[in-house]
């Protein structure tokens, strides 16, 4: 009797989870044809199917990619699940300023306009360096960004109404932003979830600043997704991680229905600035929401990327 009250707590368990991760997908219909896109990280994970989700719409696609070789494989992939030819990738290593620098140029030279930046690129928790010298976690996901928008703001701008979205996660409130120590490179988890606290930041000062001027910010978690990023593990933790993505993640296409969401939703553009989960508007812990905490963070980057 014991055995069969397990057995069907589990199936009923198992059950439950299969259909929480059936939840929400963006179900604004709006197209995109005239529109170009640039999504960081494009050729894997969220990045891709944030990709085919929005070629499917008519949009013009670029992702933005550090390895040549997948980039390509994932291009294809995309056209053929989104029936568009209106895809490519351009070479991108958000680790490194210069290369940073030189991926924008070569950008603006080659496109009219950009209406949608999807800031989606992200390292999880590792403990490694860039080429520049700063902690491979804050350097990627947030400065190698705060880098990027910058250089494509007044292109943005000129392409308005413009949006830019960068993905988060909700970790980030287990951390807070140390301004003495911003490199902080010491626990693996705790720089993720810095780095992710300091794009929450960023995406609200973007909202500040670019105000009244027809650009619209968005910061997203995109649930917890099987996606690639267990890659940069050890093999027991991955394996580990297998069983754990498998029962509780979403998959990838989930994970990009917020993102999705953010890049079409009129009603998402009322909340300039704000926080999404779940293809809806989500509040902040208090401390996320500081501004001064914001504005010092974006005086912070302007000057570790000598933008001034
Ligand atoms: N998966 C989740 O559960 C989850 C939860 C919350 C938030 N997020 C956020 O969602 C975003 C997408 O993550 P994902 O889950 O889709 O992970 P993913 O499959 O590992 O994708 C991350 C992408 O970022 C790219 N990337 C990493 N470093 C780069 C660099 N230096 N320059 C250019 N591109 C770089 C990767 O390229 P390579 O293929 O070359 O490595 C990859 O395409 C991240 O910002 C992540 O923090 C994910």
């Known amino acids: 009797m014991y055995l069969l009250y397990t057995i069907v707590a589990s199936l009923f368990t198992f059950f439950i989870l299969k259909w929480l991760k059936k939840r929400r997908f963006c179900t604004d219909l709006k197209r995109l044809d005239g529109k170009t896109v640039l999504i960081t990280g494009g050729s894997s994970g969220i990045g891709k199917e944030t ?46 300023m210069s290369c940073i620098r030189e991926f924008c140029k070569r950008f603006l030279q080659k496109e009219k306009r950009l209406d949608i930046l999807v800031n989606n690129a992200g390292m999880p928790s590792v403990l490694d360096w860039t080429d520049d010298g700063f902690s491979m976690c804050f350097g990627v996901n947030h400065l190698g960004h705060f880098l990027l928008t910058n250089l494509l703001l007044p292109c943005l701008k000129e392409s308005a109404p413009s949006r830019v979205i960068t993905l988060t996660c909700s970790n980030y409130k287990y951390q807070r932003l140390n301004f003495q120590d911003l490199n902080y490179n010491l626990v693996p988890f705790f720089t993720y979830c810095r780095s992710k606290l300091a794009n929450i930041y960023f995406s609200q000062e973007l909202a500040r600043i670019t105000e009244g001027k027809g650009l619209t910010t ?65 509040t902040l812990r208090p401390f996320a929401r500081d501004s001064g905490v914001a504005k010092k963070l974006w005086e912070a980057s302007e000057r570790l990327v000598k933008l001034v």
């Open 51 to 96: 990709a085919v989700a929005l070629a499917m719409r008519g949009a013009r696609v670029v992702i933005a990619c550090r390895d040549v070789e997948n980039a390509e494989k994932a291009v294809r992939e995309i056209k053929f699940k989104s029936h568009s030819l209106n895809v490519l990738y351009m070479e991108l290593d958000l680790a490194n």
């Open 218 to 282: 968005y910061v997203v978690h995109p649930g917890f997704v099987q996606s690639g990023w267990i890659c940069h593990f050890s093999f027991l933790f991955r394996m580990l991680m297998q069983v754990i993505m498998w029962m509780f993640f979403v998959p990838c296409e989930l994970g990009a229905q917020t993102v999705v969401y953010c890049a079409v939703s009129d009603e998402a553009a009322q909340h300039s600035g704000g926080y999404f989960v779940d293809c809806r508007p989500a």
